[in-house]
């Protein structure tokens, strides 16, 4: 074998051709899918991060705050990078760098030392600490490391220093993502709440999710109700912000007095209920105000119930621009109902993501065929089981919970779909397969601005139902012979 210099290289297996076929035959089979579904000890290739990549994108999410990693700085550099390819955009973040002598001393001297600088050099309004795996396993106490760099005078009494643990070992990206979140809410209200006072305003909480066009579209809605609001927590100036050549470490995020004064909203909403349980369980016992805990607003009745909520908290009629952009929604799925009917699909990703996926393509006729979430519980098992006992489209699916998408390979080899929705981790399986793969999921590291599409809402349908259709008119188009290539489709 000659590389491109025309130099010989060794083989680097000495696997006979026959063998590679063989065994690329192979894994395709129920024989190998058999054994692929009796792995327990190896995950490969999940649909999931580790929680502290969640806290970040919680940490980011406010006005002057910077991101502060106890723990390892390769830990961060992940976090930082896997942010920075799906958005396109810098993600600002610190760390206390542990290394051998923090794993054995613990963690203290690290954090106080970077506390102080990143304090004096980047000039936060806040830090939010969350921590990786090595301080977890170490036992690290946060409470006492940040009480005593106060007591040093290390940074001000006043200076908010929430802080997070976020076991990677534990959970994924949405509950490191919860865990951080509360924290914030939890230090910026401390004494904020003020008897008889009311904001007027509705705090909603989107919970996890790296699609900056939903948070504008939430805010579009909002607007159109004409009621104020406080998103909680806002990443959509963050990550999609402007270019005009100056470099802002912190070009948005809610305002810190907006989100102290959202203990004396009128009312809550929070969205993505996997994504926001334990924040939501504290906010229903210490926000003022009514609450409410809804389903992302994926497809048409995920988000008439979005809009009748805010409907009835308020005590407003859902407005006609809203009113008339579900019909145009409604006659887009009509005009579009043919392309999708009957299609299967596989779909994986977060809880949240994947029960408004399930939704969309029943309310469609579409099949969700292989539904996997490498993260899940029993309880999201359920709540996916209903969605499908209530459609005649729901019953040949199966879930697959705590599966990885190598796992979703086997099932694509072994019982065909025609396409997958997920994020980028799944071309390798799409590629395999010969299907296309929708990116709607977090992350998509290989493909430009889909983070700025949103998918929530009225729009979303839109915009979800023209990419699917429109790809597999594609397909039609590109496989079919000269006969049939026609103007019309
Ligand atoms: S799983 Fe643990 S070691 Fe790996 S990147 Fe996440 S925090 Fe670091």
Redesign the pocket.
């Known amino acids: 074998m000659a590389n491109n210099l025309g130099l010989k290289v060794k083989p680097v297996t000495e696997t006979p051709q026959s063998e590679i076929d063989r065994v690329s035959a192979w894994i395709n089979t129920d024989d190998y899918k058999e054994k692929n579904f009796a792995r327990t000890s190896l995950v490969i290739n999940p649909a999931h991060a580790?929680q502290?990549l969640g806290a970040e994108l919680a940490a980011h999410a406010f006005e002057g705050s910077l991101p502060f990693v106890h723990?390892?700085q390769?830990?961060a550099s992940?976090y930082r990078s896997t942010l920075n390819r799906h958005f396109r955009e810098p993600a600002p973040a610190v760390s206390d760098a542990m290394t051998e002598d923090g794993a054995v001393f613990g963690g203290q001297n690290n954090l106080h030392e970077a506390l102080e600088n990143a304090y004096t050099l980047y000039k936060p309004k806040m830090i939010a600490v969350f921590t990786?795996?090595m301080p977890e396993i170490i036992g690290d106490d946060l409470t006492a490391f940040i009480k005593n760099a106060r007591n040093k005078g290390i940074v001000p009494k006043d200076f908010p220093v929430p802080y997070a643990n976020t076991p990677?070992?534990n959970g994924s990206h949405v509950h490191g993502y919860d865990s951080m979140l509360l924290s914030i809410l939890q230090t910026l209200t401390d004494g904020k709440q003020v008897e008889g006072r009311c904001t007027g305003k509705l705090n909603l909480i989107p919970g996890f999710d790296a699609n900056t066009g939903n948070y504008r579209e939430y805010k579009r809605i909002l607007e159109a109700f004409g009621i104020p609001y406080t998103v909680l927590a806002d990443i959509s100036d963050v990550f999609d912000s402007v270019n005009d050549g100056t470099y802002r470490p912190y070009p948005g995020g809610t305002k810190l007095d907006d989100a102290a004064d959202s203990i004396n909203g009128k009312a809550t909403i929070a969205l993505g209920t996997y994504s926001t349980s334990k924040t939501f369980s504290w906010v229903k016992d210490n926000y003022s105000g009514k609450h409410a805990a809804l389903p992302m607003p994926f497809g048409i009745a995920k988000t008439d119930a979005f809009l009748m909520k805010i409907a009835e908290l308020f005590g407003k009629e859902v407005p006609a621009s809203l009113k008339e952009e579900r019909g145009r929604a409604v006659d887009l799925m009509t005009d579009a109902h043919q392309y999708i009917h009957g299609k299967k699909f596989a779909v994986y990703g977060d809880p949240d993501y994947l029960l408004g996926y399930v939704s969309f393509l029943l309310e469609m006729g579409a099949k969700p065929h292989h539904i996997l979430c490498s993260k899940g519980t029993k309880k999201l098992e359920k709540e996916l089981q209903a969605l499908l006992d209530a459609s005649p489209d729901g019953k040949e699916s199966k879930i697959y919970i705590n599966k990885d998408l190598w796992h979703l390979r086997s099932l694509l080899m072994t019982d065909p779909v025609d396409a997958i929705i997920g994020d980028s981790h799944g071309k390798f399986d799409a590629r395999d397969a010969k299907i296309p793969l929708f990116r709607f999921g977090f992350p998509v590291f290989d493909r430009v601005n889909l983070h700025r599409e949103p998918l929530v809402g009225y729009q979303g349908v839109t915009h979800m139902l023209s990419t699917i259709c429109n790809k597999f008119i594609d397909i039609v188009d590109d496989t079919c012979d000269d006969r049939h290539f026609e103007l019309m489709r």
């Open positions: 580790c502290p723990g390892s390769g830990c992940y990786s795996c990677s070992f």
